[in-house]
């Protein structure tokens, strides 16, 4: 069966480090997102991308970075982690943009002390 | 600016009906979706409407008036593994998935 997948699912890092969140995609959508979540937010976008060599900002892009070189992959880097970075990661991935139905990965968890 | 506004928690009770609304206001409108979400997991699709009316899917239907810039999520014969959050999000005009906080939904026995 198709899935995404991400990893870590769980990452406890410090200030200042660089941290790269990794998704895989199986489904061989071109559409993958990024997103945040937070409490008391909703899902917030960080990057998404339409395509091989396709990226683009979200609203809270600041201090995070996409690549997408092939179609499966997706990863987010944070160049320098920071504590306002503490948050839920969710990848997701979708076939068409009209009908909006995203599949998530499980999620990472990451902590910056 | 855009906005989506969801109750921030229901409580119901099991077998009952509950009904979560969602208010919004985006920059063009091209479908309203409702996405589950269990506790520490990742959100599921429910539904999603492009055209006013009602969509019956099992024991949850969505609702959407456009005119009115509202939705809503009505569950049927509830169940306790209904608990969880209710995400409402709507694609802007240039398709970008606009999200709501979401309505954390208990259900008591």
């Known amino acids: 069966d198709a899935e995404i997948t991400q990893s870590p699912r769980h990452k406890i890092t410090e200030t200042g480090r660089q941290v790269t969140l990794a998704c895989h995609q199986t489904?061989?959508?071109?559409?993958m997102f990024w997103y945040r979540q937070d409490l008391g937010h909703g899902l917030r976008l960080i990057h998404y991308s339409y395509g091989v060599q396709d990226t683009n900002k979200g609203e809270v892009s600041d201090g995070y970075s996409v690549s997408r070189s092939n179609t499966e992959d997706l990863p987010l880097t944070l160049e320098s982690a920071a504590s306002s970075q503490t948050s839920v990661y969710f990848c997701?991935?979708?076939?068409?943009?009209?009908?909006?139905?995203?599949?998530f990965g499980e999620g990472s968890r990451l902590t910056v002390l | 600016g855009q906005n989506i506004d969801q109750p921030t928690e229901m409580t119901a009770t099991e077998g009952a009906i509950v009904q979560i609304n969602c208010t919004y206001q985006t920059s063009g409108f091209n479908g309203l979706f409702w996405y589950q979400q269990h506790a520490g997991e990742a959100p599921t699709f429910l539904s999603y409407n492009v055209l006013d009316g009602l969509e019956e899917k099992g024991r949850f239907s969505s609702f959407l008036s456009r005119s009115k810039g509202y939705s809503y999520l009505l569950l049927k014969e509830l169940q306790m593994k209904d608990s969880a959050s209710y995400l409402c999000?709507?694609?802007?005009?240039?398709?970008?998935?606009?999200w709501g906080a979401g309505t954390k939904l208990i259900i008591k026995p």
């Open positions: 489904w061989n959508h071109n559409n």
């Open positions: 999000a709507v694609t802007d005009s240039n398709y970008q998935l606009i």
């Open positions: 997701a991935s979708s076939e068409k943009l009209d009908t909006g139905e995203l599949f």
